[in-house]
């Protein structure tokens, strides 16, 4: 389990790619002294087990739905990957509860600069568009943000990064058109599976 608060802002050093899997070679300093073999860590918000692990990098396979069914197989040598390490008991919960699942991807439509912020504009694919609300929790590329409003005839989402954020992430690397990974509130989720499970019910008891 993740919150959604980059621990790290690492860099691709290498990526060795097969026909059904690809194995990324990541510089993570800061991330590596905290890790073991087997550890779990979120690479842009996508969920990875260590499987090497040196005093400045650490090594992930990735598999091949994972890469077509989220924005890692964009990344390149030099790309800048926002990281997190699994939470522990006793952490306070900064952001929101992140499984590492990614739920699909985005994609960039307007980047706005403020005086003390940035407005990014995210269209999400319209099949998430209900699990999504104004003022509730999303994860992009790994970073648990606000939604701060939606537009749904667009199935258009707003979110504004404060200097912070730019400053420990990648997002302030973003432009039009790059897409990033989405995982929404699992807790929308777990309402939707019960409450289908209880029409369901009531339909049957009739």
């Given at each position: 389990?993740f919150t959604g608060l980059v621990t790290e802002k690492g860099e691709v050093?290498?990526?060795?790619?097969?026909?059904?899997?690809?194995?990324?070679?990541?510089?993570?300093?800061?991330?590596?002294?905290?890790?073991?073999?087997?550890?779990?860590?979120?690479?842009?918000?996508?969920?990875?087990?260590?499987?090497?692990?040196?005093?400045?990098?650490?090594?992930?396979?990735?598999?091949v739905q994972t890469l077509s069914l989220t924005s890692m197989g964009q990344?390149?040598?030099?790309?800048?990957?926002?990281?997190?390490?699994?939470?522990?008991?006793?952490?306070?919960?900064?952001?929101?509860?992140?499984?590492?699942?990614?739920?699909?991807?985005?994609?960039?439509?307007?980047?706005?600069?403020?005086?003390?912020?940035?407005?990014?504009?995210?269209?999400?694919?319209?099949?998430?568009?209900?699990?999504?609300?104004?003022?509730?929790?999303?994860?992009?590329?790994?970073?648990?943000?606000?939604?701060?409003?939606?537009?749904?005839?667009?199935?258009?989402?707003?979110?504004?990064?404060?200097?912070?954020?730019?400053?420990?992430?990648?997002?302030?690397?973003?432009?039009?058109?790059?897409?990033?990974?989405?995982?929404?509130?699992?807790?929308?989720?777990?309402?939707?599976?019960?409450?289908?499970?209880?029409?369901?019910a009531v339909m049957n008891e009739r």
């Amino acid at each position: 389990m993740f919150t959604g608060l980059v621990t790290e802002k690492g860099e691709v050093k290498y990526i060795s790619r097969g026909e059904s899997s690809a194995v990324f070679t990541i510089d993570a300093p800061k991330s590596t002294k905290d890790l073991s073999i087997g550890d779990s860590i979120a690479v842009n918000g996508v969920c990875l087990t260590v499987v090497e692990l040196d005093d400045t990098s650490f090594k992930a396979d990735v598999m091949v739905q994972t890469l077509s069914l989220t924005s890692m197989g964009q990344l390149h040598e030099g790309s800048h990957v926002n990281l997190e390490l699994a939470a522990q008991l006793d952490m306070r919960l900064g952001g929101h509860i992140v499984q590492g699942h990614i739920d699909g991807v985005a994609k960039v439509s307007l980047i706005q600069p403020g005086e003390r912020w940035l407005q990014m504009d995210l269209h999400i694919p319209a099949k998430l568009q209900h699990y999504v609300v104004a003022q509730g929790s999303i994860t992009v590329d790994g970073v648990s943000l606000t939604v701060g409003s939606m537009d749904d005839e667009q199935c258009k989402i707003t979110v504004w990064l404060i200097p912070e954020t730019l400053e420990k992430t990648n997002l302030s690397e973003k432009k039009v058109g790059d897409e990033v990974n989405i995982e929404v509130d699992i807790l929308a989720k777990y309402v939707e599976r019960i409450m289908t499970k209880k029409s369901t019910a009531v339909m049957n008891e009739r």
